[in-house]
Nanobody, 121 residues
Framework: QVQLVESGGGLVQPGGSLRLSCEAS????????MGWYRQAPGKQRELVAS???????NYADSVKGRFTASRDDAKNTVYLQMNSLKPDDTAEYYC???????????????WGQGTQVTVSS
């Protein structure tokens, strides 16, 4: 069993900041990529940011320069520092991890339960 537990969402005013965290735990052999997706009401889920095992990052164009993704491999945790937040950033944010479990051969995706981020005055 693998669990991804997110924290750090909430309500923030435009221009404000939030930091999301997501810790993976359980039957983990190796984690390749960790990252964040988001889904706003009536819209498709979109990739926000990802961090590879080499700590290479990738960002959606809409968040470049404002969001920073990082990970702590010792804690199996990925972070998303969100600055200069806009109302368009309002969404449910989901973390994911692409990993291999102990005793398994191939990698698979695992998802957190989601955390709501609301940007509003």
């Amino acid at each position: 069993q693998v669990q991804l537990v997110e924290s750090g969402g909430g309500l923030v005013q435009p221009g404000g900041s939030l930091r999301l965290s997501c810790e993976a735990s359980g039957n983990i052999f190796i984690i390749y990529t960790m990252g964040w997706y988001r889904q706003a009401p009536g819209k498709q889920r979109e990739l926000v940011a990802s961090v590879t095992s080499a700590h290479t990052t990738n960002y959606a164009d809409s968040v470049k320069g404002r969001f920073t993704a990082s990970r702590d491999d010792a804690k199996n945790t990925v972070y998303l520092q969100m600055n200069s937040l806009k109302p368009d950033d309002t969404a449910e944010y989901y973390c994911y991890a692409y990993m291999i479990q102990n005793g398994r051969i191939g990698p698979a995706d695992f998802w957190g339960q989601g955390t709501q981020v609301t940007v509003s005055s």
